[in-house]
């Protein structure tokens, strides 16, 4: 199941970047787009303009989002709870109608031409839901049924493949309302690897799943990379994130903070200053005095800002002031570093 | 829509997999197996409460004009239980699960989530209507045959069976007696098509399938009361349950067509009208669940 290249990826993956972020058009570059002939926005799989959707409640839960997904890309969709996620994948969909503002899929309008792009992308919205009366198998061969582009000859053994590939073959027959959590999310995933996508739309794919079976779902979607799919996947966990995607977008109370590479992402916010040291009191009113800006103690961590001067002068004025250094050094940035310079706050609930 | 891009060649038959899915998934929920048994039971019980009735002495039960039609028929030959247990189904225990049925439909599906995965399938939301309404109508069919087949055969262990003797008093032989049946059975059938179109417009409407079932069966009754208020006179040959019990003119030699054509009239308009409801809501709705 294309080794190769991912291997390949997890060697030039320390940081959860390719080189140039993108990957070529492969073989799967678009017979939709082609045939579509809407695709002047930039070759974007997911192009949205000016998107907004106010809920008949009155919510504005998404509110003008210019989204470009790059083919090829694993795209994290990033934002803490409420801030417009599902709301935008809905639109993407076509499961919701926007309240206006355009989106395009493979090239092509959403909602009107989802019955001509949905058979290429494949989703996960909002957890798995599934018929708990049938086994895990006859859950897929409805789904598939459902789909009038696919081929009823192949539809078991394609059903087969999809439950291999999330581990659940020997669970298939069992009935749907005894799997676990972790089963239904598999069986989710299964749903939306019922035939070769050219989009996977991954609401909170992780959901739910054990540390193994969250390295799993990496690990597929790395391959399903590999294989040319473009995965554009929402989660609020940054440092899911931070670990299988190329590309990122960052959203909170329904707006775009940001989107680019995940590289370039962190590399936006500067990293921190870290001091491990015993004498932390001292340690902070050095680093004070030596022009450290937002110093915080946490037990034996002293962190702030990196300050303009040399330093090799800070650490040296530390060492004469007495405090014993265990370790010194610039931490990289993280995305939780970036969010938090981007939106001034904490990771918290939009109201 | 169908482009050679989607898989080369698609063929159009592929449509109906979703027809026959969706009878599997229907026929197997235990909810639709309980109604199914329910109604089988209701045959079995107007059967065996005659056979307690008339001891066994043949006679007829004493007040000739009471209780369903053709019941009064049932101990001279086991064929009129089939026409008694319709009677007796029809204006409420025959509805009432093709209700359960059709507000189930969407709302369920709504309600359980599996709405939005069917639909980015993509199912289509009028091919995924459609296919519900044919096997909501599916559905009467086969309930009505269950109630019909159940009193056939309790009708022939618990009575004699022979040459029936229409309404209007001439004999018939025992085959086209059965024929009869089956025609009433299908009639029958046809005349729950208006309740099937009202349930899925129900079912459109909201995301509990508890809520759709309720609303449906209630309306249903409300109907059935409407129905027996004299002061609505004028209303009453509008609503669906009016020329139910017609499936007995069928019985009658010659047969008399002119309530059972309206009775299957007003079913087409109600499909028409609620079925255009259910697809124009349907179509438009945000599917949030
Ligand atoms: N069906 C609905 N009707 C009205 N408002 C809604 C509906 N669904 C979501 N909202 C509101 O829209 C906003 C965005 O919700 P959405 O579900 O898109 O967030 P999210 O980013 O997916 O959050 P989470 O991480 O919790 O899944 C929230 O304020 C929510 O309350
Ligand atoms: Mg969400």
Redesign the interface.
């Known amino acids: 199941m294309g080794e190769a290249s991912a291997t390949e990826r997890d060697g030039t993956r320390p940081d959860g970047t390719r080189p140039d972020g993108t990957r070529p058009d492969g073989p799967h570059a678009g ?2 787009a ?2 579509g002939g809407g695709d002047g926005d930039g070759g974007g799989v997911i192009v949205t303009r000016a998107l907004t959707k106010r ?2 409640g009155g919510q504005l839960a998404v509110d003008g989002l210019h989204l470009t997904v790059p083919a090829g890309s694993v795209f994290g969709f990033l934002g803490p709870n409420g801030s417009g996620k599902t709301t935008t994948i ?1 639109m993407l ?5 926007p309240t206006s503002g355009t989106a395009h899929v493979l090239g092509r309008p959403m909602p009107r031409s ?3 792009v ?2 290429h ?1 494949g ?1 996960l ?3 798995p ?6 086994s895990g198998r006859d859950n897929l ?12 000859r192949t539809r078991h053994a394609r059903v087969a493949a999809a439950l291999d590939r999330v581990g659940l073959t020997a669970a298939a027959g069992k009935k749907a309302k005894a799997y676990s959590l972790g089963m239904k999310q598999r069986l989710g995933l299964a ?1 939306a690897l019922l035939r070769p996508r050219r989009l996977l739309v991954l609401d909170e794919p992780t959901n739910g799943l054990d540390p193994q079976g969250m390295r799993e779902i990496r690990t597929l979607v790395r391959e399903l990379a590999s294989d040319g799919t473009t995965v554009f996947l929402s989660s609020h966990l940054l440092d899911e994130i931070e670990q299988v995607c190329t590309h990122a977008a960052v959203m909170a109370r329904g707006r775009l903070l940001t989107q680019g590479p995940v590289a370039e992402l962190s590399a936006g916010a500067r990293g921190r200053l870290a001091v491990t040291t015993p004498d932390a009191a001292d340690a902070a009113r050095v680093l004070k005095e030596q022009g450290v800006a937002d110093v915080v103690v946490a037990e034996e961590r002293v962190s702030g800002e990196v300050p303009e001067r040399d330093l090799a002068e800070v650490n040296a004025a530390l060492v004469a002031a007495g405090v014993r250094v265990r370790g010194f050094g610039v931490e990289r940035a993280s995305l939780e570093d970036a969010f938090v310079a981007l939106t001034g706050e904490g990771f918290d609930v939009a109201g | ?3 050679a ?3 080369g060649r ?1 063929s159009p038959l ?2 109906f ?2 027809f ?2 969706e009878l ?2 229907t026929f ?3 909810r639709t197996l309980a109604l199914l048994g329910v109604l089988a039971a209701v045959p079995v019980l107007v059967g065996v409460a005659v056979r307690i009735e008339t001891g066994g002495d043949g006679s007829a039960g004493g007040g000739g004009g009471g209780g369903p039609a053709f019941i009064s028929q049932i101990t001279n030959n086991g064929l009129f239980l089939v026409f008694t247990a319709l009677a007796v189904t029809l204006p409420f225990f025959l509805p009432m699960a093709v209700g359960v049925v059709a507000g189930d439909a969407v709302a369920g599906e709504a309600n ?3 709405l ?9 939301r009028s ?2 209507l459609l296919t519900k309404y044919a096997t909501v109508m599916a559905f009467c069919l086969v309930a009505t045959l269950v109630v019909a087949l159940s009193a056939l055969i309790t009708g022939a262990l618990l009575f004699p069976l022979g040459d029936p003797t229409t309404i209007s008093g001439t004999r018939i032989g025992f085959a086209e007696g059965l024929v009869r049946a089956l025609l009433i059975a299908l009639v029958v059938a046809l005349s729950l098509i208006g309740v099937a179109a009202l349930g899925l417009f129900v079912s459109t409407l909201t995301n509990s399938g508890i809520a759709a079932m309720a609303t449906t069966v209630g309306l249903l009754t409300t109907v059935q009361i409407l129905d027996q208020l004299p002061q609505l006179h004028a209303l009453h040959p509008y609503l669906f349950s009016h020329h139910w019990l017609s499936f007995a003119d069928l019985m009658r030699e010659p047969v008399y067509w002119d309530d059972l054509t309206k009775n299957l009239g007003l079913q087409a308009l109600y499909a028409a009208v609620f079925g255009s409801a259910a697809w124009a809501r349907f179509t ?1 709705r ?3 669940a």
């Open positions: 017979p939709v082609d045939a809920y008949r809905r969909m076509g499961l919701i109608e989802a019955r001509a949905l058979p992308v989703a919205i909002e957890g839901a599934l018929y708990g009366f049938l061969l409805r789904y598939d049924a459902a789909d009038p582009t696919a081929d009823p749903a | 829509m169908s482009r891009e989607t898989a698609v592929w449509t997999g979703l026959r899915s599997l998934t197997r929920r235990w359980a989530g599996t939005r995965y069917l639909l980015v399938a993509p199912a289509g091919r995924l438009a945000d599917i949030t």
